[in-house]
């Protein structure tokens, strides 16, 4: 049998238990961007989960998504099971030819067009994460500019800087926004995902991706999660503070980039600093094509911080 290699990513706390010890709860994961903080889950009717996902609960969810983002009233709104499985589809919505992705970023862009036939080069498509990931670039509409088959505008973590947001960009022919539901609202395994673009573009992903994709949970913990504005709002204050917080703990490290979902560092020795902290059952990220770059996520609940805190002492 033929072995897939996984590509690079946050996550990978299996191999670091294998590697170091412990149980998975034994261990502060921090090598993600994900809220430490989720939205707490609401209250759902049994039926959500006995039957198919109906049209009123997915409308209800698209235009929630429509109102957080303020996307245009000439572009469309499409949910889908993950960002992710969208990344894998947006390749086909034009012909093979030169795709420039800006690095280093977030790996499954380069992937998902590499195996859709694209070649690396400029000319052609483009795709953008805003902000970066993992150095926390911004990018402007007019870096953005051009007649392109494609752009993809990669904003899963833009939620912690709504002001910033290109989705206004999303009426314009072959533009397709991208949003990730579980990095800024913490549930990453709900596996829900958005894209915004013109509507003849979202019909194309929607048939794609099928019907029912999005599932009847999540239709449901999503609207109430978009919806509560007052806890988003609070969120970002927590996690611009709780940022800085954690650039104050790391003493020898200096701060090159990120988001306040995560703090990219620059440090002497990348994959010493992940080994002294794995000992300590603290899991980091570091990176193949770095060997001065440590990423952390933000840590929870008070004990993680002082977990953290006694592991970098």
């Given at each position: ?107 499954e862009h380069r992937a998902a067009f590499r195996a859709a036939g694209w070649q690396a080069g400029a000319g052609g498509a483009l795709v953008v994460v805003h902000p970066n990931n993992p150095d926390g670039r911004m990018w402007s509409a ?172």
């Open positions: 049998m033929t072995r897939v290699a996984k590509r690079d990513h946050g996550g990978g706390l299996d191999g670091a238990v294998a590697r170091y010890g412990g149980a998975r709860g034994d261990w502060l994961d921090l090598s993600t961007g994900v809220n430490p903080v989720p939205y707490p889950l609401p209250a759902l009717d049994g039926e959500v989960w006995a039957t198919l996902p109906d049209e009123g609960a997915l409308a209800a969810l698209t235009e929630a998504a429509r109102m957080v983002w303020q996307a245009p009233e000439e572009a469309a709104v499409l949910a889908a099971p993950g960002a992710s499985a969208l990344i894998a589809r947006l390749p086909a919505l034009a012909p093979p030819g030169m795709v420039e992705i800006p690095g280093p970023t977030y790996n007019a870096d953005l500019s051009g007649d392109r088959p494609l752009t993809v505008i990669d904003e899963s973590f833009c939620d912690v800087a709504p002001a910033e947001s290109l989705v206004h960009l999303s009426t314009r022919p072959g533009v397709v926004v991208l949003k990730s539901f579980g990095k800024f609202w913490g549930l990453a395994g709900l596996r829900l995902g958005f894209a915004i673009a013109r509507p003849e573009t979202i019909g194309r992903l929607s048939e794609m991706i099928g019907p029912w994709a999005v599932s009847g949970p999540a239709l449901a913990i999503g609207t109430a999660a978009l919806r509560d504005a007052g806890w988003a709002e609070a969120t970002r204050a927590r996690l611009a503070r709780d940022a800085d917080r954690l650039d104050g703990l790391l003493t020898g490290a200096e701060v090159v980039g990120g988001t306040t979902l995560f703090r990219l560092y620059e440090v002497d020795d990348a994959a010493a600093w992940q080994d002294r902290l794995a000992r300590a059952r603290v899991w980091s990220r570091v990176f193949p094509y770095s060997t001065r770059w440590l990423r952390l996520g933000l840590p929870g609940a008070e004990c993680d911080w002082t977990r953290l805190e006694a592991a970098l002492a």
